[in-house]
Nanobody
Framework: QVQLVESGGGLVQAGGSLRLSCAAS????????MGWYRQAPENERELVAG???????NYADSIKGRFTISRDNANNTVSLQMGSLKPEDTAVYYC?????????????WGQGTQVTVSS
């Protein structure tokens, strides 16, 4: 069973920065996609940023130019550098991965980490 372990959330003032990290447990599989989603109270979970195994990235319009996603394929990790944070970025952030094993792809989620941006 693959596990995703997140770290780096917390409380920050508007305009500040935070870095989220996520590590997948080791195993014999291929992580085709890694990304970060977020969910604010009473909102649906939304994709913030994603990156493929080839390094192709995509970002939500709301965070373009402020957040940067990166991954380390050798260590099965993905990070999200968040800058110029706004109160509306407050949410629980979830690491997500699409993992292929023996031609079967499954989606895995981390436990979530709270990011709170104060005004």
């Amino acid at each position: 069973q693959v596990q995703l372990v997140e770290s780096g959330g917390g409380l920050v003032q508007a305009g500040g920065s935070l870095r989220l990290s996520c590590a997948a447990s080791r195993g014999i599989f291929t992580i085709t996609f890694m990304g970060w989603y977020r969910q604010a109270p009473e909102n649906e979970r939304e994709l913030v940023a994603g990156i493929t195994i080839d390094g192709v990235t995509n970002y939500a319009d709301s965070i373009k130019g402020r957040f940067t996603i990166s991954r380390d394929n050798a260590n099965n990790t993905v990070s999200l550098q968040m800058g110029s944070l706004k109160p509306e970025d407050t949410a629980v952030y979830y690491c997500n991965a699409l993992i292929r094993t023996n031609d079967i792809t499954r989606r895995y989620w981390g436990q979530g980490t709270q990011v709170t941006v104060s005004s």
